[in-house]
């Protein structure tokens, strides 16, 4: 592996296995900008004249999505850019992110809006937890629908996560092992998951990158991480997929970009199949929230609690 960054010669920060190539700071983190602006651009995620929301948790894959977001939208004069944290309500944990997020926000110039459990749902994941041991789906789906909902109310036109190259990759495979083939039209940097008025569709800007190059990135730019991990994290299927595709990586280079590029051949034609079955989009009895069947699952969950 070479110390020097292959550009310039100064130290280098990174090596890429995947690539053969080393980088110095600022010439990896100009490039790491430069491929995200690509995956945008390719993609179509943005136009010049939309508000964008950004669910911002505090860790630090969204705070680079939002300090990347504020940097590039300086040059887009009628885009605008607001974030959303949802407090889920988890003493000693989300207190800290959400000062962090506010912090950031402040720097950026961007308007943070929080929003609670405790005020949509009138419980929180502490509550839930209490009696309930099922704190990763419960709130999955609790924060998907307050997301969903009040980036609509905020008059977004999209929604945009955080989410990396790992956690997408980390989805194709658990799909494939759960036999979840329908859940996979949601994957890539623009779901397909429905169009309607009700929903904002999501952009995942950052999906063909490595975690661990958002995570030097933002170390790069001095933003502040979120380090305690949440209290109620499972030992899940995620992580034992997690470790596989690591271990993969190391011992074959390139691996995940090559399992991501090979589903994203599939993508088209899960979309094609997928879609046309699932039109029945409706609004919830409950709540009025979009939902495929009578009742939405954020309701029925909350129905158990
Ligand atoms: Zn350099
Ligand atoms: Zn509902």
Known sequence: MSTECWKCGKKAVIHRKYEGKSWCSDHFAEQFESLIKETINKE???NSNEKICVALSGGMDSSALLFFLSKLF???????????T?????????DESIEIARELCDDLGVKLHVSSFEDAFGKTLDDIMKDKKHGCTYCGVLRRWLLNKKSRELGADKLATAHNLDDELQSIFMNYLKGDMKRMVRLGAKPAIV???????????FRNTPEKEIALYGRIRNLELHQTECPYVENS????VRDFLNEMETKRPSTKFTALRAFDKLLPSLRKKYSSEDVSVDNCDECGEITSGRVCKTCKLLEKI
């Open 44 to 46: 179509d995620l943005f």
């Open 237 to 240: 299927l995620r992580f034992d």
């Open 74 to 84: 300086k040059n887009w004069r009628n885009a605008e850019l607001v974030a959303l």
């Open 86 to 94: 949802v407090d889920e309500g988890i003493k000693g944990y989300r």
């Open 195 to 205: 169009e309607d008025e009700k929903f904002v569709p999501r952009v995942k800007p």
